[in-house]
């Protein structure tokens, strides 16, 4: 089956600094990529995603690239906020979702 | 109703214990997934559902694991004897088509098996 590993497990950043996040998959099947953030008490929440016939998508602070080659693919967030403190989750998919362990972001005032 | 919703929020059960988990889906989603998530870790696949066929459920951890969703709606995960490894946070996600769309989560289900 799919298996997503995902560093770093720990990221701490200065308000309005970048914060990058990289995962890597295993099945080359997998043609689906979201990106969820989870806040305490909360089920994750779909942030952005992007397919396999795409190398990269933008939406406002938060982009992700994809390489499908090297099975690699990275989320960016930009200028990044205080509320932008939370776990994220990086997954693939082949019809079934497979999440990666998770990273927890900390954004320093 | 406009999101997921998951119930009850929290539930303690003894060892041994039978428990019910119920999920509520997004009006008009075909498919629901369930997932368990143990503390600090990511969420595992458990098991689909596309209206009310169960497509995979390879990821029950044990025949006490059970889930149906009779009319293709609200979808009911069932543990059966709970042990403590049973512990965790158990997501319901709901989609409108498959697995290769965005999944709406509910906030989950913590359960704390003594």
């Known amino acids: 089956g799919e298996n997503v590993e995902q560093h770093p497990s720990t990221l701490s950043v200065q308000e309005g600094d970048s914060a990058v996040i990289k995962c890597t998959y295993s099945d080359s099947a997998s043609n689906y990529f979201p990106w969820y953030k989870q806040e305490l008490g909360k089920g994750p929440q779909l942030i952005i995603d992007i397919r396999s016939n795409v190398g990269e998508k933008k939406d406002q602070r938060i982009a992700v690239t994809l390489n499908k080659t090297a099975k690699h693919f990275s989320l960016h967030i930009t200028e990044t906020q205080p509320e932008d403190s939370a776990v994220y989750f990086c997954?693939?998919?082949?019809?079934?979702?497979?999440f990666g362990t998770g990273t927890k972001l900390q954004v320093i005032p | 109703g406009a999101g997921v919703s998951q119930s009850p929020r929290y539930k303690v059960a003894k060892r041994g214990q039978d428990v019910a988990l119920r999920c509520d889906p997004i009006?008009?989603?075909?498919?629901l997934f369930w997932y368990q998530q143990a503390l600090g870790q990511g969420p595992e696949f458990l098991t689909y559902f596309q209206n009310e066929a169960q497509l995979d459920k390879s990821g029950l951890p044990s025949d006490r694991f059970f889930a149906e969703r009779p009319e293709g709606s609200v979808s009911t995960l069932k543990i059966q004897r709970t042990q403590q490894e049973d512990s965790a946070v158990y997501l319901c996600a709901s989609s409108f088509t498959g697995g290769n769309y965005g999944y709406t989560f509910g906030s989950g289900t913590r359960l704390t098996v003594v």
């Open positions: 997954a693939a998919s082949n019809q079934k979702v497979t």
């Open positions: 009006s008009g989603h075909v498919s």
